[in-house]
């Protein structure tokens, strides 16, 4: 079946506009992940729901950063005002159940650019 | 987690000899240990995990080794093949479902 998809895969932004992210996970997954990876780091976990419910929301930057789900299914990721320092690929990964937070299957990220 | 930069380490290997690719973990009370496989525009891919009550677990082709005395996860790859190139990340989890922490990667490049 169909991975975990993003949209979209490269976003330039100019420093001080808005940005949204979307990410369609594998239907049926409870968990969705959202993860930060900067160009030659490892992804640094954002958020994580749980279906509708956003239940870790503590490695977002800065309240500039804001995610929704708000169906438990479709998320999408906001960034307000961007910084050049927001300039990253944005991972979504969802997973089938909870308890078992490392089988993630992540999408192919959406790399923004800000200028 | 601390910045490796632009430059990851990298492993150099021939085509058909075993790689062997270290980590250190920083938290004891890590639960689980996974290894991910990043190729380039790609997010990363699950490889093989382990618990923190084993400290030896084989896959196809992958075994994952982890010594809790010194925080230690190597991952090894039998019969490296060119496919095999890629970065290669550590993480660790805990017993909740909510995060997995990466660790450095490292780059893994195969030699005709």
């Known amino acids: 079946g169909a991975g975990v998809s993003q949209s979209p895969r490269y976003k330039v932004a100019k420093r001080g506009q808005d940005v949204a992210l979307r990410c369609d996970p594998i239907s049926g997954h409870v968990s969705l992940f959202w993860y930060q990876q900067a160009l030659g780091q490892g992804p640094e976990f954002l958020t994580y729901?749980?279906?509708?419910?956003?239940?870790?929301k503590s490695g977002l930057p800065s309240d500039r950063f804001f995610a929704e789900r708000p169906e438990g299914s479709v998320s999408t990721l906001k960034i307000q005002r961007t910084q050049q320092e927001d300039s990253a690929v944005y991972l979504c990964?969802?997973?089938?159940?909870?308890?078992?937070?490392?089988?993630?299957?992540f999408g192919p990220g959406t790399r923004l650019t800000v200028t | 987690g601390e910045s490796v930069g632009l430059h990851l380490p990298t492993l150099s290997v021939q085509e058909g000899d075993n790689s062997i690719i270290n980590c250190a973990y920083s938290n004891s009370a890590s639960d689980y240990f996974i290894w991910y496989k990043q190729e380039s525009g790609k997010g990363p891919q699950f490889i093989i995990d382990i618990r923190s009550n084993m400290d030896k677990r084989q896959g196809q082709r992958v075994t994952v080794l982890l010594n809790k005395t010194v925080k230690h996860l190597s991952l090894q790859i039998a019969a490296t093949q060119p496919g095999d190139s890629a970065v290669y990340f550590c993480a660790e989890a805990g017993s909740s479902a909510s995060k997995i922490i990466f660790g450095s990667g490292t780059r893994l490049s195969i030699r005709p």
């Open positions: 990964a969802s997973s089938q159940r909870t308890g078992k937070s490392y089988e993630q299957y």
């Open positions: 729901f749980q279906n509708e419910a956003q239940l870790d």
